[in-house]
């Protein structure tokens, strides 16, 4: 057998045996990874088949060995093998016994044979169709959006495009391909085959795909009228705890009809904010100004509109150069625009319920300043510039405007996290507190790099690592997250990120 394929042995050898015992045999040319044995006996209600067969994946017992019985069609089996835990579920382990195998396996025909639990009804119905998208590719569409008033026999018009393995529709007409969703009301559980998926529509709906497919046949005629074809559909149905949906690839050859049904996903608001993390409810009203756009900066402002901010400024008049691509959150089809509007266009792409605009830097002006952070909830300082952060400590504290403020130092091995809120020891007056540690003085590699400077800059450049710049933007969303629902984190925070050397002699 193949070792490398087993993370435990004995519990391997001694599963084997009880497969032996069970009167199952290895197939030949499999390594022992592959067991033939007769149908259990609370399958057989679930099949015609006499045999079935197990297989060892890569990872056993990390992962659980698949059961597959040709032929076996139910909800939430996929391709003849029943799907007895997650993939990523940490019990499945417990499978690694023969006996706790078998009874799962039992305890899931029982299901299936009697009905699935809510949970199971709506689990990946595009897996139960028939034929399937031969390389397993997706489709996304605006579920949420489009049935949030739908009524039944409701059909909307879409139009898609592939994008690598993802077919991206949407209701505008931009996408070169036609395609359409009906909302049912008639259906209860997944449409295995197309006849079952026509069964389930309403006349109406039933009318409209048997046009689309006339117009998808005859293309100068589609051509010459304008009139949809339908090179995808799909159909939705309410279930007792949301939406199902199965989705599928036409493909008209003559008179012969061939349906592949994709995975479906959601890319609506609605999806992607079920992404944001608990706090999204309570950030949705807060407005955010965050001061800088650079690597920590342009990190944080993302993250906090992915977490659910309703309003965020981006405030910072530098420009983006291809240099600074290493360590930023803008793609190189931004170089050349200011680094505000580039996180600006990032975060609001990855969030869209976040308005997220750009402005220049803060003025250093006091009264300037006041004026800018006027109506914030929270100022997030992520300039590292000592100026401007002395300048925002002193106006936020003398307008009540809490503050978190955070930077790398010494080439990016110290980093200092600083929130300035009601309650808060004013940062201005904690130099003079023991219990708040100063930076260390920069050694080793950190005082070596500090003369370092690019052609024609006139500041050196600050070697901090990537993955320091992410930690640290992740540090300072943790903190203004924090600071604007629960405040339970200590007013400062300051982490070594790489080991201080001692200066050479």
Same mark, same amino acid.
């Given at each position: 057998?193949?070792?490398?394929?087993?993370?435990?042995?004995?519990?391997?050898?001694?599963?084997?045996?009880?497969?032996?015992?069970?009167?199952?045999?290895?197939?030949?040319?499999?390594?022992?990874?592959?067991?033939?044995?007769?149908?259990?006996?609370?399958?057989?209600?679930?099949?015609?088949?006499?045999?079935?067969?197990?297989?060892?994946?890569?990872?056993?017992?990390?992962?659980?060995?698949?059961?597959?019985?040709?032929?076996?069609?139910?909800?939430?089996?996929?391709?003849?093998?029943?799907?007895?835990?997650?993939?990523?579920?940490?019990?499945?382990?417990?499978?690694?016994?023969?006996?706790?195998?078998?009874?799962?396996?039992?305890?899931?025909?029982?299901?299936?044979?009697?009905?699935?639990?809510?949970?199971?009804?709506?689990?990946?119905?595009?897996?139960?169709?028939?034929?399937?998208?031969?390389?397993?590719?997706?489709?996304?569409?605006?579920?949420?959006?489009?049935?949030?008033?739908?009524?039944?026999?409701?059909?909307?018009?879409?139009?898609?495009?592939?994008?690598?393995?993802?077919?991206?529709?949407?209701?505008?007409?931009?996408?070169?391909?036609?395609?359409?969703?009906?909302?049912?009301?008639?259906?209860?559980?997944?449409?295995?085959?197309?006849?079952?998926?026509?069964?389930?529509?309403?006349?109406?709906?039933?009318?409209?795909?048997?046009?689309?497919?006339?117009?998808?046949?005859?293309?100068?005629?589609?051509?010459?009228?304008?009139?949809?074809?339908?090179?995808?559909?799909?159909?939705?149905?309410?279930?007792?705890?949301?939406?199902?949906?199965?989705?599928?690839?036409?493909?008209?050859?003559?008179?012969?009809?061939?349906?592949?049904?994709?995975?479906?996903?959601?890319?609506?608001?609605?999806?992607?904010?079920?992404?944001?993390?608990?706090?999204?409810?309570?950030?949705?009203?807060?407005?955010?100004?965050?001061?800088?756009?650079?690597?920590?900066?342009?990190?944080?402002?993302?993250?906090?509109?992915?977490?659910?901010?309703?309003?965020?400024?981006?405030?910072? +008049?530098?420009?983006?150069?291809?240099?600074?691509?290493?360590?930023?959150?803008?793609?190189?089809?931004?170089?050349?625009?200011?680094?505000?509007?580039?996180?600006?266009?990032?975060?609001?792409?990855?969030?869209?319920?976040?308005?997220?605009?750009?402005?220049?830097?803060?003025?250093?002006?006091?009264?300037?300043?006041?004026?800018?952070?006027?109506?914030?909830?929270?100022?997030?300082?992520?300039?590292? +510039?000592?100026?401007?952060?002395?300048?925002?400590?002193?106006?936020?504290?003398?307008?009540?405007?809490?503050?978190?403020?955070?930077?790398?130092? +010494?080439?990016?091995?110290?980093?200092?996290?600083?929130?300035?809120?009601?309650?808060?020891?004013?940062?201005?007056?904690?130099?003079?507190?023991?219990?708040?540690?100063?930076?260390?003085?920069?050694?080793?590699?950190?005082?070596?790099?500090?003369?370092?400077?690019?052609?024609?800059?006139?500041?050196?450049? +600050?070697?901090?690592?990537?993955?320091?710049?992410?930690?640290?933007?992740?540090?300072?969303?943790?903190?203004?997250?924090?600071?604007?629902?629960?405040?339970?984190?200590?007013?400062?925070?300051?982490?070594?990120?790489?080991?201080?050397?001692?200066?050479?002699?």
């Amino acid at each position: 057998m193949n070792d490398d394929a087993i993370f435990d042995l004995a519990a391997f050898e001694a599963f084997r045996d009880g497969l032996i015992a069970a009167d199952f045999s290895p197939v030949p040319g499999t390594e022992q990874l592959t067991w033939s044995g007769p149908l259990r006996t609370s399958l057989r209600s679930l099949s015609d088949q006499k045999r079935m067969s197990i297989r060892f994946p890569d990872g056993w017992p990390l992962r659980y060995a698949k059961t597959q019985v040709d032929g076996l069609i139910t909800p939430h089996s996929a391709e003849g093998t029943p799907c007895l835990w997650a993939d990523d579920d940490p019990a499945q382990i417990a499978g690694a016994d023969i006996d706790a195998y078998f009874s799962r396996l039992d305890e899931w025909a029982r299901r299936a044979a009697t009905g699935f639990e809510l949970d199971d009804l709506a689990l990946d119905g595009f897996l139960h169709f028939e034929e399937l998208d031969e390389r397993r590719r997706s489709i996304e569409l605006p579920v949420g959006d489009l049935i949030r008033h739908a009524s039944n026999g409701q059909i909307d018009a879409l139009t898609g495009r592939w994008e690598g393995e993802v077919l991206r529709a949407s209701t505008d007409s931009t996408g070169p391909l036609d395609g359409v969703m009906y909302f049912s009301r008639r259906i209860s559980e997944a449409p295995r085959t197309y006849g079952d998926l026509l069964e389930g529509l309403t006349h109406h709906q039933r009318e409209d795909i048997g046009r689309r497919l006339m117009n998808q046949r005859d293309r100068p005629l589609r051509e010459a009228t304008g009139r949809p074809g339908a090179d995808f559909l799909v159909v939705t149905w309410p279930t007792p705890i949301g939406t199902d949906a199965v989705a599928a690839i036409l493909t008209q050859e003559g008179d012969e009809l061939t349906v592949r049904s994709l995975r479906p996903a959601p890319s609506d608001s609605a999806a992607r904010r079920m992404r944001a993390g608990p706090d999204a409810d309570d950030l949705e009203g807060k407005r955010v100004l965050v001061v800088g756009a650079g690597s920590i900066g342009g990190y944080a402002a993302v993250a906090l509109a992915e977490s659910g901010i309703g309003q965020i400024e981006v405030a910072d +008049n530098d420009v983006l150069l291809s240099a600074n691509l290493v360590r930023h959150v803008a793609p190189s089809s931004k170089i050349g625009a200011f680094k505000a509007n580039a996180v600006a266009a990032v975060a609001t792409d990855h969030a869209p319920w976040a308005e997220v605009t750009a402005a220049v830097a803060l003025p250093l002006r006091r009264s300037e300043m006041e004026g800018r952070i006027d109506g914030f909830d929270l100022v997030v300082d992520c300039t590292g +510039n000592f100026a401007i952060t002395a300048a925002l400590i002193e106006t936020c504290y003398q307008a009540l405007i809490p503050l978190v403020t955070g930077a790398l130092f +010494n080439q990016g091995t110290v980093l200092r996290i600083r929130r300035q809120a009601n309650g808060d020891t004013p940062i201005a007056a904690r130099a003079s507190e023991p219990r708040y540690p100063t930076i260390p003085a920069a050694s080793g590699a950190a005082l070596e790099s500090r003369g370092f400077l690019e052609v024609g800059c006139a500041a050196p450049v +600050n070697a901090a690592a990537p993955w320091a710049a992410m930690r640290a933007a992740a540090d300072v969303v943790e903190y203004a997250v924090d600071a604007l629902t629960r405040k339970a984190l200590p007013d400062e925070r300051m982490a070594f990120l790489a080991p201080r050397q001692a200066t050479k002699a």
